[in-house]
């Protein structure tokens, strides 16, 4: 298991049996105290912990083109500030950009759930845009990036670190980040699920490797057994929703609380449409949405 540790400027990635070429830290000289709220708060389209005094905070931003989600974290208790993205917007990189600089946080991460087929991902840009930040993905979709992360690796942020679980089947490189368990970690948890759960839905299992099997496995395993009052963030909706609960989509999700083999047999009767971009985004994400690399592969 590899911890990814934050140290201003620069990243260390520590594990029990390597060391990697980054400057190593003492975990436990980054620790202070998180106080946190159990309830979220709606505001223009975002959502954010009550307590404004408080340890953390965080934002749901929306691409309309996509219907993507794209959150905002940050542990602003820490003298640095330091904040991430998962599942950035190549459209929306220069809205993100610039809340972050109103907001005064330093990004240090731009995570991606997977490998997403209905747009081009904002790490490129943000590389780019904001030299320093590390892009994040699953070493399992093959992808470039930074930092190829695996089942049971923690990604630290100041005091809070988020967990990586493995939920395959929308594609086989799918990942769910998971704020950590324990007093000083926000409550209750946020899970932000990628395509892997949506809110009363899930992903399509037609392309990428997907496996409907294999998606209702890894979401029953690795999603359902976290307490029921832990938060669903997707990475995506379709009618409005903005977040759930896990014990909302365990009673009420219409494909992922029945049977597996009823929902299976719902997934291979979508008759969905090829999606527009795949053939555009797939490529580039590939590539951490860098298109120059693209340019040169071709």
Sequence with gaps: ????????????????????????????????????????????????????????????????????YTYLLADVSHPDKPALLIDPVDKTVDRDLSLIQELGLNLIYAMNTHVHADHVTGTGLLKTKAPGVKSVISRASNAKADLLVESGDK????????????????????????????PDQPQPRMAFTGDALLIRGCGRTDFQGGDSAQLYKSVHSEI???????????????????????????????????????????MEN????????????????MVCGLQDLLEKAV
């Design 1 to 68: 298991m590899l911890k990814f540790q934050l140290l201003i400027p620069r990243i260390s990635l520590l594990s029990p049996n390597k060391i990697c070429n980054f400057p190593i830290i003492n975990p436990s000289s980054l620790i202070t105290t998180i106080k946190s709220s159990s309830s979220i708060n709606s505001k223009m389209g975002y959502h954010t912990t009550p307590s404004h005094a408080s340890k953390y905070l965080i934002r749901q931003l929306f691409e309309k083109d996509s219907s993507t």
């Design 155 to 182: 990604i630290y942020l100041g005091d809070l670190f988020l967990e990586v679980r493995p939920t395959p089947g929308h594609t086989a490189g799918c990942v769910t980040y998971v704020t950590g368990d324990g």
């Design 270 to 285: 979508l008759k969905l449409a090829y999606p527009k971009m795949i053939d555009v985004a797939v490529p580039a994400n």
């Design 224 to 266: 359902f057994t976290l307490p029921k009052e832990t938060l669903i963030y997707p990475a995506h909706d379709y009618k409005g929703f903005t977040v759930s609960t896990v014990g909302e989509e365990v009673q009420y999700n219409p494909r992922l609380s029945k049977d597996e083999e009823t929902f299976k047999s719902i």
